[in-house]
């Protein structure tokens, strides 16, 4: 019996493919990456950087830095604030938590530290019902994040979990059109 060679490889070549492909698309993610704010007209403000450095296929270690040039600094609510100024609100940092991984599985550690909470421009005070938390999934080689209108108040008050505080409870989808820049995008 003779064994063709182009044969015998195919299903070697496929296995190959089948586990060098979730780690080659990973590492689309690798190194330093843009935050930005959208609005629905396709205007895009980048806010700040993502580094993402690789600990294993598909995990990460991220670290944030927003840009703080754009974002100025306020004193609401008896702390300092940095807010994005737009003609109809304020948008304020409101990073929470300490966590530092992600994985393809669970992006809520960079979910948690882009929490922000908006204001009418002209208000002195925030409110802690509107906060502002997009859930990311990923798209190719971006993150996407669906914006969530957030009550913040287990974590004003925080109660037994400490670390991942807002339960589905305290999210609901956003009305996108009231909000100046809905999307979140990282790439």
């Not at 195919?10 to 979730?22: D, E, K, Q, S």
């Not at 927003?66 to 600094?73: A, F, R, V």
């Not at 940095?82 to 966590?99: I, V």
Request: aromatic share 8%; charged share 20%; with cysteine.
């Amino acid at each position: 019996m003779r064994l063709d060679p182009g044969r015998t490889m195919r299903p070697l070549w496929a296995l190959i493919l089948v586990l060098a492909g979730p780690a080659a698309g990973a590492a689309g993610l690798d190194g330093d990456k843009t935050v930005y704010l959208g609005d629905a007209g396709g205007h895009r403000i980048a806010i700040g950087h993502v580094t993402f450095a690789p600990l294993a296929p598909g995990h990460w270690k991220i670290r944030l830095a927003l840009d703080q040039q754009l974002l100025g600094e306020y004193f609401l609510a008896m702390r300092p604030f940095r807010c994005l100024q737009t003609a109809r609100r304020s948008l304020c940092s409101f990073p929470y938590g300490t966590r530092d991984e992600v994985s393809e599985a669970d992006w809520s550690a960079l979910e948690y530290q882009l929490i922000f909470l908006h204001k009418p421009a002209a208000a002195l005070s925030l409110d802690a019902r509107n906060g502002m938390y997009w859930k990311l999934h990923r798209e190719g080689e971006r993150l996407v994040g669906a914006l969530y209108d957030a009550d913040l108040e287990p974590i004003v008050v925080p109660g037994p979990n400490r670390d991942r505080p807002l339960t589905e409870e305290f999210l609901q989808p956003a009305d996108l059109a009231s909000h100046p820049l809905p999307g979140l995008t990282i790439e």
